[in-house]
């Protein structure tokens, strides 16, 4: 056998292992199983390439990612190490001839996706091959409360069963406490040696902020800082991406889009520009870039929220593999959280699971609000630590504005604890402001103790001050009950006064027509926007035409921040016409009444 030293010298050309590589390596050489936790860039792949190496046999590399195979297998062979994959883009006869090559005994690493190696053929195979080792990657993938979930994955505990003296080993980048025990338990690896690295990137610069005009902020970063650079913007919706690709296309940039909506030639093209060329940007939804080996991708950004902090880790893990300075850049605004919660409101999951995805979406909003080091906090919520303020984030270098918000929070708390935490920002804010409103005196919540003592804040400061409390985990939104507002136990000392809360000042000055859009992106309700859609998508498809057609975005909008409640009332909407007034007002008019009613 090979020593592991040797070959990480004289086949990788490095004279000295990261920590932990080493005990990593020399766990699988003797043997046994492994289950490995360490950031992107931190280098994984040397911790199955060698022990499958130095042991005798062939070492079996399970990974999601067919896309990539050929780009791993022809890394390995310019290294002089016989590897090979077998995926499903292979013809017969290729199939054939590496299954020739495995049984001769000649190929050191085989790539292979977890749904062809649960074949029976291909079990039938390695049963007569000698296996040096298993390498599961990607293995937060068999995680069903995760981003990346594989159903193939959960088959690989036959590894186990059918081959319970070969060693295996699992690896991620991404893992929370609760996504390391399923892999664990998914895994059947309970007696595996743990490794676990820590998350720290620390040439990574965390930078988020608030989304007022999507194009020209990201135009601006790319031209003063990263002009030349490659990159990945990522978008929430394939639409998206090939417009911002398209657009940055006119201003100059090599930039194309990549989606699972792509045919498989062309998405393939754009990903070998993007590693093979220099300054290329690609624009992609969460589909693309796990496993891209590409060392110098100098940003990330994301134009729209993640879902989780697994998420944005991972896909922020991207940039700056080489460990050059890199920028993880995201901008985002409380539409992308409606959309995200519209998306959690649809699920087919079960309770548990949503309540699973509601409490990732916060702890993400959460890392997004928050005061202090970004770094610190995303650290902390894989179980790492940071002891000092990073000094690399936006926080760090630029702190923000806060104020004491202490005594507003808890005149916040206490209105929705008076109104029965029933009712959503909207009307806690019209109690707080002591607005005389027809709902207002419906309820009797003019006679509560609360109202009208939130006269020294603004509508748009009361909406920071819910959205904040929200994101810290004081309040929940209950969208069973059209977005209500409810007190999480969290909020107990806050509220009794025994403890403070800072609170992020919103400084941007903006123009009245900004002022307008962010006023309606916030007073969305949930609950009545998909209703009004619902409505426009009957009529659209009784008429055979585009749902815009019927009613632009923002006059639904519209309908959700002044509630017209009579048809006089639904006729000042913005795009409302006298046909559309006669034809559709009066559908319209009962749903919000309907909704005002609930």
Not at 420 to 427: A, D, L, S, T, W
């Amino acid at each position: 056998m090979t020593a592991p030293t040797q070959i990480l010298q004289q086949v990788f050309g490095f004279s000295h292992f990261r920590q932990p590589q080493e005990k990593i390596i020399q766990t699988l050489v003797s043997g046994k199983d492994a289950l490995v936790l360490m950031p992107t860039g931190g280098g994984k792949s040397l911790c199955y390439q060698i022990p499958a190496i130095a042991r005798d046999g062939c070492g079996i590399v399970i990974s999601p990612l067919i896309a990539l195979m050929q780009d791993q297998v022809n890394a390995m062979r310019l290294l002089g190490v016989s590897a090979a994959f077998l995926n499903s883009t292979q013809q017969a006869d290729e199939v054939r001839a590496i299954e020739q090559q495995l049984r001769a005994g000649v190929i050191d690493l085989l790539y292979i996706a977890p749904e062809r190696l649960i074949q029976s053929r291909t079990m039938q195979l390695l049963k007569e091959i000698e296996l040096a080792l298993f390498a599961i990657d990607e293995a937060h993938c068999v995680s069903q409360w995760g981003h990346d979930f594989r159903a193939d994955y959960l088959q690989l505990t036959l590894l186990q069963e059918v081959f319970p003296e070969v060693p295996r080993i699992a690896l991620t980048a991404t893992a929370d406490s609760r996504t390391q025990k399923e892999i664990v338990e998914r895994l059947h690896l309970g007696d595996a040696e743990r490794f676990i690295a820590g998350f720290d990137r620390p040439n990574i610069r965390y930078r988020i902020g608030v989304k007022h005009n999507a194009k020209q902020q990201l135009l601006k970063l790319l031209n003063a800082e990263h002009q030349g650079d490659s990159g990945i913007i990522y978008c929430l919706s394939r639409k998206k991406t090939e417009d911002i690709a398209a657009w940055l296309s006119e201003q100059g940039f090599k930039a194309y889009a990549y989606h699972a909506g792509l045919s498989t030639e062309l998405r393939s093209r754009h990903q070998a520009m993007f590693l093979r060329d220099e300054a290329v940007i690609i624009v992609a939804t969460i589909a693309f870039g796990m496993g891209i080996d590409k060392p110098d991708v100098r940003f990330v950004a994301h134009l729209d929220l993640p879902k989780t902090i697994e998420s944005y880790y991972q896909e922020t893990g991207r940039a700056g593999r080489d460990g050059e300075p890199a920028t993880a850049w995201m901008i985002y605004g409380l539409q992308d959280v409606i959309k995200l919660r519209q998306m959690m409101a649809n699920s087919e999951g079960n309770d548990s699971h949503r309540r699973a995805e509601q409490y990732r979406l916060n702890a993400m909003l959460g890392l997004c609000e928050i005061t202090t080091c970004r770094r610190q906090a995303l650290l902390t919520y894989f179980g790492d630590e940071l002891k000092e303020a990073c000094r690399n984030c936006d926080i760090c270098l630029d702190p923000p504005e806060t104020w004491d918000g202490s005594e507003a929070a808890r005149k916040a708390l206490s209105t929705a604890f008076r109104t029965e935490q029933r009712f959503g920002v909207n009307h806690l804010i019209e109690v707080l402001r002591g607005t005389n409103s027809d709902k207002i005196f419906q309820y009797g919540h003019n006679n509560l103790p609360v109202y009208g003592i939130g006269q020294a804040l603004n509508n748009n400061q009361w909406r920071s001050v819910f959205r904040q409390l929200v994101a810290r985990g004081y309040m929940s939104v209950d969208l069973e009950r059209f977005g209500a507002l409810r007190l999480e136990e969290k909020c107990r000392p806050l509220l009794r006064g025994e403890e403070t809360i800072s609170l992020r000042k919103d400084v941007r000055s903006t123009t009245a027509r900004e002022q307008t859009k962010v006023q309606l992106a916030r007073e969305v309700d949930i609950a009545l926007w998909e209703a009004l859609r619902e409505c426009r998508r009957s009529y659209a498809a009784e008429l055979g035409v585009p749902p815009y057609v019927v009613f632009h975005d923002t006059t639904l909008q519209e309908m959700c921040l002044r509630l017209p409640q009579t048809m006089e009332e639904f006729s000042e909407l913005s795009g409302v016409g006298e046909r559309k007034l006669e034809r559709y007002g009066p559908a319209f008019v009962n749903i919000i009444n309907r909704h005002l009613a609930a």
